[in-house]
């Protein structure tokens, strides 16, 4: 008789059940739809303006467009209403820092040194969305909080910024393939 134990979804099993079903897909719908589309030049196709809004502290329904009772969100509720929504998008961390360096690397904050808030830095070498994007002919930008990296070795500001001991962390974004940046080293309140 077969164990009730092997017949049991574990978390492995389930993870290893939607990379195969991702893998499926890929092969099914997204190559072929890539193969038919190679006689049809890159601007020819439309591009779509990819916005990546990142709140600290927000949970998942405190905006308008999932019903908050309180929260008054309208430029949120327009961007939703007329772009696409990624409801199903997980962290690596449960602080900025780490989060942000994993969003714009595809990398595990561990393996880029950035393990905690405000730690660390954006390696020069590795390479980010922004400077993927701006290769394809994107404008890029990057506006709040940064904490990927100082942006003064200079001027003392309220973090790292300006500080010999930190002068080993200066990775800005403007050097990480942003081109427009309003961005700043200490906490947006």
């Known amino acids: 008789m077969e164990d009730v134990a092997q017949r049991t979804l574990t978390p492995m099993k389930i993870r290893s059940i939607s990379c195969f079903v ?11 739809a890539l193969a038919q589309s190679e006689n049809i030049t890159t601007a020819d196709r439309p591009r779509p303006n990819i916005i990546l809004c990142m709140t600290d502290d927000q949970g998942f329904a405190d905006v308008g467009f999932h019903d908050h009772p ?23 961390s449960p602080v900025c820092s780490p989060t942000r360096a994993s969003c714009l690397t595809g990398l595990h904050p561990d393996r880029l040194g950035i393990t905690h808030a405000n730690t660390g830095h954006l390696p020069a070498e590795v390479v980010t969305l922004a400077e993927l994007l701006k290769e394809d002919g994107y404008a890029t930008g990057h506006f709040g909080k940064w904490h990927l990296g100082t942006m003064t070795t200079t001027v003392r500001d309220s973090n790292r910024g300006g500080k010999p ?18 961005s700043t080293e200490a906490k947006v309140p």
């Open 70 to 92: 309180v929260l008054e969100t309208p430029n949120l509720d327009r961007l939703a209403e007329r772009g696409m929504i990624f409801e199903r998008f997980y962290s690596q």
């Open 165 to 182: 001991a930190h002068a080993n962390h200066y990775a800005p974004p403007w050097e990480h393939g942003f081109s427009v940046c309003f």
């Open 22 to 32: 991702g893998i499926l897909f890929a092969l099914i719908v997204v190559i072929p």
